[in-house]
């Protein structure tokens, strides 16, 4: 002799509405004041990819990127040297680990660190 067990299990879900309750809420709101007026925005203007002009990299006046400044400070940093702060230009010390290499780096002068 054998028996089934049979079980229905639902768990609605937390992003569906168990009810259509929307409007009944809603309507609840507006009778109580909490409703807000949205201020109405003008439409976004589009910009297309083919009128863009590919400009290189650089920063202001034809300087290095971010990118370029903070791996020049790690670089120098992973080689056991001291190298110049980003933030403030003083000397930033190698920080290590309990390796022998460098996991990151302190400025002296401002405490900016780098890992």
């Not at 299990?9 to 409007?23: C, E, N, Q, T, Y």
């Not at 809603?26 to 590919?54: I, K, N, W, Y």
């Not at 080689?79 to 290590?96: I, L, Q, V």
Request: aromatic share 4%; hydrophobic share 35%; net charge negative.
């Amino acid at each position: 002799m054998s028996s089934a067990l049979q079980f229905e299990l639902f768990r609605p879900s937390i992003l569906a509405p168990a009810d259509d309750d929307g409007p009944r809420i809603a309507a609840r709101a507006a009778e109580r004041g909490l409703t807000r007026q949205r201020p109405s925005r003008p439409p976004l203007e589009v910009v297309h990819d083919d009128e863009r002009v590919a400009v290189p990299a650089s920063g202001p006046q034809g300087g290095p990127t971010l990118n370029d400044l903070v791996v020049g400070v790690w670089e120098d940093l992973a080689a056991h040297r001291t190298a110049a702060c980003p933030a403030c230009g003083e000397s930033m010390a190698p920080r290590y680990g309990s390796g022998p290499a460098p996991v990151g780096g302190r400025c002296t002068g401002c405490g900016t660190t780098i890992a």
